[in-house]
Nanobody, 125 residues
Framework: QVQLVESGGGLVQAGDSLRLSCTVS????????MAWFRQAPGKEREFVAA??????SYADSVKGRCTISRDRAKNTLYLQMNILKPEDTAVYYC????????????????????WGQGSQVTVSS
């Protein structure tokens, strides 16, 4: 049973930094495509960043401000977010795909098998 647990969210001010963590249990994530998505109130869940077998990709809205990384020894995925903006306010979800479906489409949420419960990030202006 694969479980993903996010942590690190909170209330910050515009311009601050925050690092989200996603700890994976039940299976090593070394061979998984890992990603972060987010969902703001009243909006659809959207892609933020992905680590696709060492190749990273980012949504245009966060490019240059966010960095996705993984610590294989800790089985943990990270999302470092800098220069946060009020429009970054959302619930952030960690996702994992072991099947390979996300390999060609890492930004497509329907390609991911496993999801965390989400971590709220609120950025005040």
């Amino acid at each position: 049973q694969v479980q993903l647990v996010e942590s690190g969210g909170g209330l910050v001010q515009a311009g601050d930094s925050l690092r989200l963590s996603c700890t994976v249990s039940g299976r090593t994530f070394s061979n998984a495509v890992m990603a972060w998505f987010r969902q703001a109130p009243g909006k659809e869940r959207e892609f933020v960043a992905a680590d696709n077998w060492g190749s990273t990709s980012y949504a245009d809205s966060v490019k240059g401000r966010c960095t996705i990384s993984r610590d294989r020894a800790k089985n943990t995925l990270y999302l470092q977010m800098n220069i946060l903006k009020p429009e970054d306010t959302a619930v952030y979800y960690c996702a994992a795909d072991y099947s390979g479906r996300a390999y060609l489409s890492p930004s497509a949420l329907e390609k991911y098998e496993y999801w965390g419960q989400g971590s709220q990030v609120t950025v005040s202006s």
